[in-house]
C-alpha cells in the first residue's frame, strides 16, 4: 500500500514538473533585425514561459524573462565579423539550446552588396518556401518584405506557419517587415519581429535605417496616413545620413497597378510627390500577388506580392505606367554599387522576369 501510494505521488509530481521540464523549445525564430556594424537586433518565441538569452562564446546576452517573447538588443558588436550564436532557454531548473546560427555586420562603409524584396506570403507555406530557398540562392545581405506575411496576424496558427519557412534564412539574414492589412495591426506582429525604432504602435510601426550606402524607409499604408505624410517629408527633407547614395521605400499597398486591386489615390497624392521629389531612386510594395514595374515620374515602384499568396493575373486595373508584369511565385533581387542599382526580378526556380538598371 506505501509503495502505491508513493508510486502516485510520484506520478503526479511528473505529471506537474514533466511538461515544464522535457517540453521547452523554442518554437518561433530566431529571427534577426536592424543589423548594424555594431549591433543586431534578435527575436525567438519559446513554448513555455523562460528566463532566455543570446550566448555568444562564453557570454550570455541580452538574459530576460520569464516570457514567452523574447527580444534583444546586442550592442557592441564589430563591424564585419561573423559571430556564432546561440538561443538558450531556461525553466525548472533545464536548459534548452537552439543553434548555432551565424550572422555578418557590415563594414562601415560598405558600398557593394545584394538584398532581396518580396511581399504577400500569407497562405500558402510550400509556395512560400520555394521563394525563400530561391532567395537564399542569392546570398542577400538583408530581406524586405512588403506585408501580408500570414493570413491574420491575431492568429497564432498562422504564425505557427510562417516563421518555420523563413528561418531558412531569417536567424542569419536580418529581415525588415512592414505592415499589411492581413496582419491587422495585431500586438503578435509587434512582439515577434524585431523591428528598428521608429514611429507609431510600439515604435515600430514605421521606420528608417541605414545599411552601408543605402537608406530605407518602412512605411504602414493601412493607417494614420497623414502623420506618416509628414514624418517621411522630414526625414526626406534632413540631409542624408553621412556614405548614403540610394534611398529606398517600402509599404504594402501599390500606388499605381493593373492587379484587382488597382492603385491607391491616397498614395497618390500624399506619398507619390514626396518620394518623387525627395531622392528616392526605388519603391518596393506588395498587395497585388503579382510582379508588376511601373515608372511614374521617372520613379520606379515594383509590386512584388508574389511571394506564396494565391497568385492573381495583371491587367484587370488600368494602370498606364506599367513597364512590365508577371504571374508568378519570386521576388526582387537588387544588387548595389556605388553607381547604380541592378533589380531583377526572379521566379522561385530563379529564371528572369525582368530587369531594371537605375543611376545616377
Not at 500586438?187 to 528608417?208: R, V
Amino acid at each position: 500500500m506505501h509503495r502505491r501510494i508513493w508510486l502516485l505521488s510520484l506520478t503526479l509530481l511528473l505529471l506537474a514538473i514533466g511538461p515544464a521540464a522535457a517540453g521547452v523549445e523554442v518554437v518561433y525564430g530566431p529571427t534577426i533585425g536592424d543589423l548594424t556594424p555594431t549591433s543586431v537586433r534578435i527575436s525567438w518565441y519559446t513554448n513555455l514561459d523562460t528566463i532566455s538569452y543570446v550566448q555568444i562564446d562564453e557570454q550570455q546576452l541580452g538574459r530576460g524573462g520569464p516570457t514567452k517573447a523574447h527580444r534583444v538588443l546586442l550592442e557592441g558588436l564589430q563591424p564585419e565579423e561573423v559571430y556564432t550564436y546561440f538561443i538558450k532557454a531556461t525553466v525548472a531548473g533545464q536548459v534548452t539550446t537552439a543553434g548555432p546560427y551565424r550572422f555578418r555586420t557590415p563594414s562601415e562603409n560598405i558600398d557593394r552588396f545584394s538584398f532581396c524584396a518580396y511581399g504577400d506570403t500569407r497562405s500558402q507555406a510550400a509556395d512560400h518556401r520555394k521563394v525563400v530557398l530561391a532567395m537564399k540562392a542569392c546570398l542577400p545581405r538583408l530581406v524586405l518584405h512588403t506585408g501580408d506575411l500570414v493570413n491574420d496576424g491575431q492568429q497564432m496558427s498562422d504564425w505557427h506557419s510562417f516563421f518555420p519557412v523563413i528561418k531558412l534564412l531569417a536567424p542569419t539574414v536580418p529581415f525588415y517587415f512592414c505592415l499589411g492589412n492581413h496582419e491587422n495591426n495585431a500586438p503578435l506582429y509587434y512582439q515577434f519581429l524585431p523591428l528598428p525604432k521608429g514611429g507609431g504602435d510600439a515604435g515600430t510601426e514605421w521606420y528608417g535605417f541605414v545599411f552601408g550606402n543605402c537608406q530605407f524607409i518602412a512605411l504602414d499604408s493601412n493607417r494614420r496616413i497623414s502623420e506618416q505624410t509628414e514624418w517621411l517629408r522630414q526625414i526626406l527633407e534632413d540631409p542624408r545620413p553621412p556614405g548614403v547614395k540610394w534611398r529606398i521605400v517600402f509599404f504594402h499597398h501599390p500606388a499605381f497597378s493593373s492587379g484587382p486591386h488597382g492603385g491607391n489615390e491616397e498614395i497618390q497624392t500624399q506619398w507619390c510627390p514626396l518620394l518623387e521629389e525627395g531622392g528616392v531612386d526605388l519603391v518596393f510594395v506588395g498587395h497585388d500577388h503579382i510582379y508588376e514595374r511601373s515608372v511614374h515620374n521617372g520613379l520606379t515602384y515594383i509590386t512584388c506580392g508574389n511571394g506564396g499568396a494565391p497568385l492573381y493575373q495583371p491587367g484587370q486595373s488600368d494602370n498606364p505606367y506599367s513597364q512590365a508584369s508577371a504571374s508568378v511565385h519570386g521576388f526582387c533581387r537588387v544588387q548595389v554599387s556605388p553607381h547604380r542599382l541592378v533589380v531583377t526580378a526572379l521566379s522561385h526556380e530563379l529564371a528572369k522576369l525582368d530587369q531594371v538598371i537605375i543611376t545616377h
